[in-house]
Nanobody, 118 residues
């Protein structure tokens, strides 16, 4: 049974930082392409960042230069370091195992709330 468990969300002031973690079990993590998505109230879920098996990453334009996705295969964990947070970053953040080279998602985590206050 594949499980993804996120942690690290919370309340932070604008300009602050948070680090999200997602621990994966039930699959070969080192062979999995990973991504972070977010969904704000009233908006569609969007992919924030993804990282390939080889460690290459990509980001949505709105977070480039502020967010960094990384992975630790030994710990079966993917991270999202979020710096210079803005009010518009407020959302539920989801970890996902995605199909490599495609946009489709195979597995989702339960989500962790990130709230940025002024």
């Amino acid at each position: 049974q594949v499980q993804l468990v996120e942690s690290g969300g919370g309340l932070v002031q604008a300009g602050g930082s948070l680090r999200l973690s997602c621990v994966v079990s039930g699959t070969i993590f080192s062979m999995s392409c990973m991504a972070w998505y977010r969904q704000a109230p009233g908006k569609q879920r969007e992919m924030v960042a993804d990282i390939t098996i080889g460690g290459s990453s990509s980001y949505v334009d709105s977070v480039k230069g502020r967010f960094t996705i990384s992975r630790d295969n030994a710990k079966k964990t993917v991270f999202l370091q979020m710096n210079s947070l803005k009010l518009e970053d407020t959302a539920v953040y989801y970890c996902a195992i995605k199909r490599c080279g495609w946009t489709s998602v195979n597995y989702w985590g339960q989500g962790t709330q990130v709230t940025v206050s002024s």
